[in-house]
């Protein structure tokens, strides 16, 4: 079964300084990864995906994610965190027939002045 | 751009009620899917549903029904319910099916039973 696994419940950073969010994925096929940003009491919004195309996927506002399938990784990165990135960031995995998507628990992004 | 649309935003329901949440996907949209997010937690998948009808099915319980209507648009119906239903109800739909498709959440619908 397919599945994906933040590896930190919460990031702290201060403005302007690079954000790293760590996704790892485990699935038994090529899958599609996703990465959605939730703002407090909002929906989901999709920041970037990924489905087998460019390795290194670049979405809005800023952030892109390198797809490194010997590391089965999908880390989100920002060269320079803005006081609007504080929200709360989920690594997501399609499942095989792409009928359903596999959240991972998140990670809590905070920025600092 | 059209978004999906959710109704009602916030619902307040007694144990035991029943309620129904809707969902008006994008546009074209012919796949329309079902999460639930308790309090900080992640997102589960409910069910999805393609052209009408049931295309997988997640951690829905026996209480809760869904169906998709002939405009696409989908609802979720939810009897007997219980304190631990509370949770943020979130719909999403795609241009078709498959797991390159990228799903479009709508706002939500916040349910509290008390």
């Known amino acids: 079964a397919q599945s994906v696994t933040q590896l930190d419940s919460h990031v702290s950073v201060s403005e302007g300084t690079p954000v790293l969010l760590r996704c790892n994925y485990s699935s038994s096929y090529s899958p599609s990864l996703f990465w959605y940003v939730q703002h407090p009491n909002k929906g989901l919004q999709l920041l970037l995906k990924?489905?087998?195309?460019?390795?290194l996927v670049k979405g809005i506002n800023g952030f892109e994610a390198e797809f490194k399938k010997s590391e089965t990784s999908f880390h989100l990165t920002k060269p320079s965190a803005h006081m609007s990135d504080a929200a709360e960031y989920f690594c997501v995995v399609s499942s095989q027939a792409g009928t359903a998507l596999i959240f991972g628990k998140g990670t809590t992004l905070s920025v600092s002045s | 751009a059209a978004g999906v649309i959710q109704s009602p935003r916030h619902l307040i329901k007694e144990k035991r009620e029943t309620a129904t949440l809707k969902c008006y996907p994008i546009?074209?949209?012919?796949?329309v899917y079902w999460y639930q997010q308790g309090p900080g937690q992640d997102p589960q998948f409910l069910i999805s549903f393609y052209e009408k009808m049931q295309s997988d099915k997640g951690s829905i319980p026996d209480r809760f029904s869904a169906q998709q209507f002939s405009d696409y648009h989908s609802e979720l119906n939810m009897s007997s319910l219980e304190l631990g239903d509370s949770a943020l109800y979130f719909c999403?739909?795609?241009?078709?099916?498959?797991?390159?498709?990228?799903?479009?959440f709508g706002p939500g619908t916040r349910l509290l039973v008390l």
């Open positions: 990924y489905t087998s195309a460019a390795t």
């Open positions: 546009p074209r949209h012919d796949t």
């Open positions: 999403a739909s795609s241009l078709g099916q498959g797991f390159q498709e990228t799903q479009y």
